[in-house]
Structures are given as C-alpha cells and as structure tokens.
C-alpha cells in the first residue's frame, strides 16, 4: 500500500510539473508584452491579442509566441525587433515591423541567434525592417508561410535581405512572399536545405547563393528582379520545376558550379534566360528557354555538361557562345531550336542536319553592336552564306547534332511577353 502511494504521488507531481511547464498567458493590448516574454517559463504559451505593442524582444527560452487576430509588434526602429536565442522557439501569426537600420548590427524583424535550432516562424508579416529574417548558425529551421517585405523608401543596397541564411544546416524555407528587399533570399555556407513554393519578387536578386551544397530549389517563382536565380561558387544543387520571368538581367545565373541538376524550369522574359559561367558536370535538362533577349549566355570553358530535351523557342539570340572550340550539346536526345532551318525527310522527329547556334555574322554583331542596323542588307546575308559554304570563316558555336523538330512543351506559347515593366 505505502509503495502505491509513493508511485501515485510521483505520478501526481510529474504530471503537475508538466502542467506547470506548459502554461498559456494571455496579453492584452496595454500589457508590457516583454515583460510577459521574461516571466514566461521553458514550454509555455504567449497569446497575444489583437492590438499594437512597443517591444524588443529577447526569446531566451524554448516558448511559443503567438498571435491572435494578428497583433503588431514594433521594435520601434531600434535594434531587432525579436532576438531568439535558444532553441524550439515557435513564432506564429504576427505582424513584426521596425526594426533599426544598421547594416552593421544586422537589425532585423527576427533574428534567430547561434543555437535557436529548431525555429518555427510561420504566418507573419514581416514589414519595414532592414533584414527580414536573418538566421545564423541555427539548424532545422521552418520559415513557412510568411509575406516579408523591407524598407521601401532605402535605396537597394542600403536595404537588407529578405531571409539571410548564414552557417546553417537542413532549414527549410517554404511558401513565402518575399519582396521590395536587396535579395529575397540570400544563402550563404548553409546546406542540406529545401526552399520550396516561394514567390521572390521586386528585388536584386530573387535568390543568392554562395558557398551551400546539397540544397533543393524546387517550384519557386522568382520575378521582376534584377536577377532570378544566382547560384555562385556551389555544387550538388538540384534546380528544378521554377519559374524565373521577367527579370531585367538574368533568369537562372550559374556560376563556377558543378554537380548539380538544372531541369525542368521556366525561364522566360528575361534579358538573359541562362547565364552560364565557369560551370562543369551539370545536367540541364527538360528547361523551357523561351521570349528571352539572349536565350542562353555561355561563357568561361562551360563544358563537360548534358545539355538535353530543352526548348529554345523565340529568343531573340538562342545562345550567345564565344570559345575556341564548338560546344556539344543534345548528342543524345537532342534540343528543340525554334529559328532551326533543317528538315526531318524520314519523320522521325530529328532533323538531319546539325544546328549551329552562331555565325561569324552574331560575332561580329557581339563586338560591333552598330552591325545590327544591317542585319536585313543584302550584304549581310551573304556574308552569312558565305560563312556556311566556305568552313575557313566558320566560328565556334554550340552544335546540337539532333535537333529535335517539334517543342516538348506543349504550353509554351503561354510564357510569350512576360518582360520586365517597360522593358
């Protein structure tokens, strides 16, 4: 009987002690909210009513703040508006805005310190600070669902980024709006990472990658930008199903990359679709390349990659290539290349003469911009013929020696005048 008992009363002050460690307080607007963050214990509940609250927060313990009718909390342009530092903290359905404005502080609308592994920030507006998120050193991390816009009135390059990433491992960025900031998302020394359903938009960059590996960018939207999609100095990326349209530079920049997966993509509208620079061991397939100024431009020894089953429909340049040798691509299942002036006699599908991208003519017209006014003479086009008969002026060119007659994408037309505003 006394062993019962004894069991029962560990069992009875467990269960209190759980329940004291998982208390809810509620904050009603006139409340010192930090005041409520402090006091609050390792598992508890902050509720906090619709209304408005002066605050810089410290979020030193594992807690969840969250908001009701989404309350706004304002760092009052000072600082960071919420600091977290410890780990499984869960931050939901605020608005978070003003934080200060130095650069060199890093100020943000949240800022999750070294060790605040585990993070949840989902459901908030996050509006009129430097950095929307910045994150550092914090692993497995969720920012999921948030609209994250900067200090619109600042000058590009004295905004911050939208999401910074820094030294992190297996975050996953997921179905956020991010704009009006430097770079929507800029990731840098941070790996394992899933960034997922984001729109990235009215920005430098729509993202900006240097120095991460083993991350996944799939179905994203990146426009009206600068550039789309920068991925610089990085390797085993996989890039696959986005949509980069309508960026006044670039849709997808691939820089000094290799090992990585490119598939499947829109690209459309831009000033460059592809820029590719110093890229080796890459698969770039499946992409639809199609209204774009410069469809590809390929640059610094890009070579030893599988470049199949793309579209090239309507650039006004389909690849803008300057080697000293020609560069292989389609050699198994070839490109479809709408400007392809072959024909497919036996109906198989592929034509029966090689595309080549460039004449001596495009050459010409890269170092000499003025030869444009006389693309149309007669002269020009016969310097074009001429080129093609005799193979003592022909230049270097990308060389897709199965063409492929028909697009594999059926919708591309729908992708057709989508440029940057008043471009």
């Known amino acids: ?17 759980g329940a ?10 006139g409340d010192d909210l930090a005041a409520a963050v402090r006091a609050a214990r390792p598992g508890d509940t902050v509720e906090v009513q619709r209304g408005q609250y002066r605050a810089n927060l410290l979020i ?47 100020n943000a609308g949240i800022y999750l310190y070294p060790g605040a592994h585990r993070a949840v920030v989902r459901g908030c507006d996050l509006t009129y600070n430097l950095f929307g998120l910045w994150i550092e050193k914090a692993d497995e991390v969720l920012i999921e669902h948030n609209r994250i816009t900067g200090k619109r009135d600042y000058a590009s390059s ?12 297996r975050a996953r960025i997921l179905n956020n709006d991010i704009s009006f900031v430097r770079d929507a998302l800029y990731v840098d020394v941070s790996h394992n990472a899933l960034f997922q359903g984001n729109k990235l938009h009215h920005s430098r960059y729509g993202t900006h990658y240097m120095n991460s590996y083993h991350n996944l960018w799939e179905d994203n939207d990146s426009y009206y930008n600068r550039g789309g999609l920068a991925l610089m100095e990085v390797r085993d ?5 986005n949509r980069a349209w309508g960026n006044s530079d670039h849709g997808i920049m691939l820089r000094t990359l290799q090992d990585s997966v490119i598939e499947n993509n829109v690209v459309a509208g831009n000033n460059r679709g592809f820029f590719i620079y110093d890229v ?30 793309n579209d090239f429909i309507g650039n006004r340049e389909q690849v803008r290539y300057v080697g000293a040798r020609d560069e292989p691509w389609g050699t198994r299942r070839g ?23 460039n004449d001596m003519v495009d050459r010409l017209t890269w170092r000499h911009p003025g030869v444009k006014l006389l693309l149309a003479s007669p002269a020009v086009q016969a310097l074009r013929l001429v080129a093609q008969q005799f193979p003592v002026l022909r230049v270097p060119s990308v060389v897709d020696p199965r063409p492929r007659m028909q697009p594999g994408n059926n919708d591309w037309s729908e992708w057709r005048g989508k440029h940057f505003p008043g471009q």
Not at 93 to 104: A, F, M, N, P, Q
């Open 20 to 29: 004291c460690q998982a208390a809810t307080v509620t904050v009603r607007p």
């Open 280 to 309: 080796e061991y890459i698969r770039l397939n499946g992409n639809l390349v199609v209204d774009n100024t410069v469809g590809v431009h390929l640059a610094a020894g890009s070579k030893n990659n599988e470049v199949e089953g």
């Open 335 to 357: 490109n479809h290349w709408s400007n392809y002036l072959g024909w497919d006699r036996d109906g198989d599908g592929v034509g029966d003469v090689p595309y080549e991208a």
């Open 237 to 241: 990326q996989v890039v696959r199903g």
């Open 158 to 169: 004295q905004r911050g980024n939208g999401v910074q990433l820094y030294n992190t491992q």
């Open 1 to 17: 009987m006394k062993g019962s008992t004894t069991h029962l009363s560990l069992a009875l002050a467990l269960w209190i002690a």
């Open 60 to 106: 030193d313990k594992p807690l969840t703040l969250r908001g009701i009718d989404r309350p706004t909390v304002s760092g009052g342009l000072q600082g960071d508006t919420i600091r977290v530092t410890a780990p499984d903290v869960v931050i939901d359905g605020l608005i978070v805005r003003d934080s200060g404005d130095s650069l060199k502080d890093q």
